[in-house]
């Protein structure tokens, strides 16, 4: 098993409980989508897989060594981040910004070698976006750069990837696209972690999907069975049914 969280629970300092006793795992070909209201914490649980921020109880296992005793390094050769934004100051071109997911293979006074470049090429090829590569990263869109972090994070060449809200800056054809891509990644052996605000994208997956209520409970199962109009109504606070699309051939959401 990739990832194995055993009953975490995290707050901040003199604040409110973000959520208590989450527990799942995860393993290679597999997607869970984390499903939940602003301020959730969907979010601040990912922080916490990436190690970013540190549960205060409980623990988690990646490939069955706890977490909290690996360097930052064996945590980066296993999991792979996209955050939900990410500026820099530093007019890096797409190219050079994206073989800095090459960073945990590469000596820390080493530069990225050709095989580095190669690998982060490709990753940019994969994503449809070579067209960019000799352009600064703070010069293109922010759905140009959500899709720039992903190949940064395929040419990390990780086992497990973390996105966070991944189609929240993206035009509808992108967002299709980006789901239909994650379902490629676990086709070729990712495991996969990400938080969304649509449904319907969970359910265009049809793996694993999480719903994290504002109680800080978080809820698991197959998308078939943990994706329902009672749950999706007491989730967002409205009346939500699920319709079967003959056309789509799965359900859509509908508020009523």
């Not at 901040?12 to 597999?30: A, C, L, Q, T």
């Not at 490939?63 to 980066?76: D, L, W």
């Not at 934004?85 to 820390?108: D, K, L, W």
Request: proline share 4%.
């Amino acid at each position: 098993m990739i990832l194995e969280v055993n009953k975490i629970s995290f707050h901040y300092h003199n604040s409110r409980e973000i959520f208590r006793d989450v527990s799942f795992s995860i393993d290679r070909g597999e997607i869970l989508s984390i499903l939940g209201t602003n301020g959730a914490g969907k979010s601040t649980l990912l922080n916490c897989i990436a190690n970013l921020r540190q549960p205060n109880s409980g623990e988690i296992l990646l490939n069955g060594k706890p977490m909290s005793k690996m360097k930052v390094r064996e945590i980066s050769q296993v999991i792979g981040y996209v955050p939900q934004v990410h500026s820099t100051a530093y007019a890096y071109t797409v190219r050079e910004f994206t073989v800095m997911g090459r960073t945990p293979y590469i000596g820390a006074f080493s530069t990225p070698s050709k095989n580095d470049y190669k690998i982060s090429d490709a990753a940019l090829e994969k994503m449809g976006i070579s067209h960019l590569k000799n352009k600064p990263y703070t010069e293109i869109s922010g759905g140009e750069r959500q899709q720039v972090m992903i190949a940064r994070v395929i040419a990390q060449q990780p086992q497990l990837i973390l996105l966070d809200e991944p189609t929240a800056h993206l035009d509808y054809g992108n967002q299709y696209r980006v789901v239909q891509m994650i379902r490629q990644f676990a086709d070729e052996g990712y495991a996969l972690i990400m938080t969304t605000h649509n449904p319907e994208h969970a359910i265009m997956l049809n793996g694993k999907v999480a719903i994290l209520n504002n109680e800080g409970i978080l809820d698991v199962g197959r998308a078939a069975e943990t994706i329902n109009g009672e749950a999706l109504s007491k989730l967002y606070g409205l009346p939500i049914k699920l319709v079967y699309n003959n056309e789509a051939k799965r359900n859509v959401c509908v508020v009523c």
